[in-house]
Every structure is written in C-alpha cells, then in structure tokens.
C-alpha cells in the first residue's frame, strides 16, 4: 500500500499466477484465487450472474425466464451445472475470497481446438408459453451469429469468453482480472485468437487485456415479435500470439 502526495492512501494489486492479493484502504489483505468450479458451486455461480446483470438485457430474460425468483434461479443453476457437464469444450471458472471461502466472481470460457461445435437451439420447458420459447430461441440464434462465423474463420481453434460476472459487492478488486487473465493465458499457449461479446462496461478491461474493438452488433428482430427489444454487445478479438 502507498500513499500520493496529498497523503491520500492508495490501493495496490500484485498478480500472481491464477491469484492476486488485493490490499484495501483499511490495511485488510484479501486473496483471491482462480479455481474451476464444481456441481456444488453452480446456484452461487448462477446467482452472481443474475446479480451482475440484473434484469436490463433482453438476451437474460427470454433466455432465463423469472431468474430473478428462486424457482428461477434453482432452474437456472441446473442449467449451467448440465451445461459443465455436458459441454466438453467448455470450463466454468469461480474466484474465490480465499480468506472467507466466498465465490465471488465466475466466468465461462470455451476452448476450441480444432473443433466446430453443432449449432443446436435452446430447448426444454422453461418457458411458460411456446412464444416465449421461440423468442429465446431467436434472439440466442441471432445474437451467436458472429460467433460462429468466426469459430468458422479460425477452422475451430479459437477461445471464447462466453460470459463473466462479479458479484457487485466484489466488483474493481481485480477479479474480473484473473478470469479474463485465466483464458487469455490458454490461447497464448495455443496461439490461438481470443474472441468476447463485450457490454459496454466491461470493454476497457477487455482492451486492457489486449482485446481489440472490431464493431457493434444487434440483434435483428422479425416483425412477428412486435416491439420487443433485442441486445446489442461490442464485439472484440484478441489476436492471436505469433
């Protein structure tokens, strides 16, 4: 820890491989460590998704109906543990406050190597009516577009990441950091391109990281769904090491 001219104290962060120790203006160190997650860890992780996002994307909410309610979140905690499990080419990471044990921040990174995966549709009953359904089904199709193009162009050796969230009670202690650290460090060792659909708020770590703006994307919404409103993302790519 440090202090400026004026006397004022200073945070400082140190990295280390998969962890950092984070000092606070109150001279509490907290370390955090980047680990997979487990079946066990999947209600948290999912929570801290909903409270990161909160209900101000159209992509969530037709993806994850009511996940705002505990019913909601239950099924959308047995959504991402069966999706661990079941998607190979896909890891669930957490950050964990190692002094408490608290999950804190998690994100989900796929890797491809050499691997075009199917182009599947959302499917089961979580949604209340077949419109509701069929919407999902659209805006996800819509919004992976650029995606797969480029999972096409990179002829399947490409990481992705597919989705990060801090707990906001956690969120500027670094991390966001060590997970975007985590997969980038993957496709280093590959020498593969990294690729992210980035929000708005989460571009300047992305850039920080080496992540390059490329454009603004939409999702296009047919007329049959009136005026429902789609979901827009900044798309980046972190070119691969030579």
């Not at 801290?48 to 209900?55: E, N, P």
């Not at 969530?60 to 661990?84: C, L, M, Q, W």
Request: aromatic share 10%; net charge neutral; charged share 30%.
């Amino acid at each position: 820890m440090s202090r400026n001219l004026r006397g004022n104290v200073r945070k400082s962060t140190k990295y280390f491989p998969n962890q950092t120790s984070i000092e606070t203006p109150h001279s509490i160190t907290m370390v955090l460590k980047v680990e997979e997650c487990n079946d066990d860890d999947m209600h948290r992780v999912f929570e801290i998704f909903c409270q990161a996002f909160g209900t101000r994307h159209p992509m969530i909410e037709a993806v994850y109906p009511n996940h705002d309610t505990e019913a909601g979140r239950i099924s959308g905690g047995n959504r991402f543990r069966d999706t661990k499990n079941n998607d190979p080419h896909t890891k669930f990471l957490k950050v964990v406050d190692t002094d408490t044990g608290a999950i804190i921040a998690k994100a989900k990174w796929n890797i491809w190597k050499g691997v075009i995966p199917p182009e599947k549709d959302l499917d089961g009953d979580f949604w209340e009516t077949a419109e509701e359904k069929e919407w999902a089904q659209h805006l996800n199709r819509d919004f992976l577009i650029t995606r797969r193009a480029a999972i096409k162009e990179y002829e399947g050796h490409l990481v992705s990441l597919d989705v990060l969230a801090v707990d906001p009670a956690y969120q500027r202690r670094g991390a966001g950091r060590l997970l975007v650290k985590w997969g980038t460090a993957i496709a280093d060792e590959l020498r593969y391109a990294a690729i992210v659909e980035a929000s708005v708020a989460g571009r300047p770590l992305y850039e920080s990281e080496g992540f390059e703006y490329v454009k603004h994307c939409e999702t296009k919404i047919p007329a049959r769904f009136g005026d429902r409103k789609g979901e827009g993302f900044i798309w980046m790519v972190r070119p691969a090491k030579k």
